[in-house]
């Protein structure tokens, strides 16, 4: 059965696409009475929304880098829903961050303006944008933090996108599960095995190598328990639509997982399969190509480079391998013998505005 239905009254039809920035989300904060905590780098205010008033604490902050809108779609479409759920207000306390990297945002840019990446600068705390989340953090004191992305499409999992991926993010070098990072697992283990019905095989684990500089990893040193969400592609879905309402999905059962107590199966988060990086946008099978004035047979791979055209995205694309590619997969493939000089690569990036 699909839950589509479900979802559609909550989404906002104002926010769509990879671009979003500010501008999109200010006319939408005023019914949760947004505050203006801080400011970033080019002065662009960096805002909270408080929502519920339960014992249970959620901080949730999105686009730190602000190329990754996924979430940040997924978090107002979670907020409209709360709004029509008003019994949760006595059971939770929200916290959300919206926008932590507006100006990456406004330029659809990983990092901020000082071009530094603010999910490296949890420990040096050198950014206004990394200052307010740390702040927000360790005013609210809060019972568990999600910490929301997106993930290239070079992520899949066998013969499948990674349309969501987590990480219960390492606490140390060693890679411990101390209580923390494993209530961390616990609950992500329980929102899998909800999110599974809706992409089954497209539910990946991300690496947990410890980077004290990460925010996620941070936290969870710290004692929070820490959940990475990243939002991936779908198929056909590169504007991140259908990954959207997933992610939507994940946030809710995340809440429901924690307000119901759910967080038990520490085993399950190991029996999620972990990411893999072999996913071409384009893999051209068995075809001629030319490197160094030679013809070769054999296979080439094809990523997508998002750039922003005036208020757009554009996918243009980029030759990213060739050879015995194999072992990889593609988005779109094409299996043909044919001379990619005629090959209308311009068309095929169209095809995904
Ligand atoms: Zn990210």
New binding site residues.
């Given amino acids: 059965m699909s839950l589509h239905p479900q979802y559609i009254p909550y989404k906002v039809d104002a926010l769509s696409g990879r671009y979003v920035t500010l501008a999109h989300i200010e006319p939408l904060l005023s019914p949760y009475s947004p505050m203006e905590i801080a400011k970033s780098v080019l002065g662009a205010p960096l805002y909270r929304i408080d929502w519920g008033s339960g014992a249970v604490k959620v901080l949730m902050w999105s686009q ?2 602000g190329n ?1 809108s996924t979430t940040t779609k997924a978090v107002f479409d979670l907020l409209s829903y709360l709004e029509s759920h008003p019994n949760l207000k006595s059971q939770i306390s929200l916290r959300v961050l919206p926008m932590v990297n507006p100006d990456g945002a406004s330029a659809y840019t ?1 990092n901020n303006a000082n071009d530094i990446d603010l ?1 490296r600068d949890a420990k040096q705390l050198t950014q206004p944008e990394s200052l307010f989340l740390r702040a927000e953090f360790d005013a609210f004191k809060p019972d568990f933090a999600f910490n929301l ?3 290239r499409t070079m992520y899949g999992i066998e013969d499948h996108p990674a349309t969501v991926s987590f990480l219960a993010p390492s606490a140390d070098e060693k890679r411990q599960f101390g209580p923390s990072r494993r209530k961390a697992a616990c609950l992500i283990a329980q929102i899998a095995k909800k999110l599974d019905v809706h992409i089954p095989n497209q539910i990946g684990r991300y690496d947990d190598a410890f980077n004290a500089n990460c925010t996620g990893d941070a936290f969870q040193s710290d004692g929070v328990p820490t959940v990475l969400f ?1 939002a991936g592609h779908y198929q056909n879905d590169y504007q991140r639509e259908q990954t959207r309402e997933f992610i939507f999905y994940a946030l809710k059962y995340a809440i429901k997982a924690i307000l119901d107590d759910k967080l038990h199966d520490f085993d399950a988060y190991f029996e999620i399969p972990e990411n893999q990086k072999h996913f071409f946008d384009i893999l051209i099978k068995n075809t001629q190509y030319v490197v160094d004035n030679q013809i070769k047979q054999g296979d080439i791979g094809i990523n997508f480079r998002e750039v922003k055209s005036e208020e757009k995205i554009i996918f243009q694309p980029v030759f990213s391998a060739e050879g015995d590619l194999s072992s990889h997969r593609g988005h779109k493939v094409i299996v043909e013998n044919n001379d990619l000089v005629e090959y209308k690569f311009n068309e095929s990036a169209h095809n995904c505005l």
């Fill in positions: 730190m880098h990754e990983r999910n992305h997106d993930q990243e």
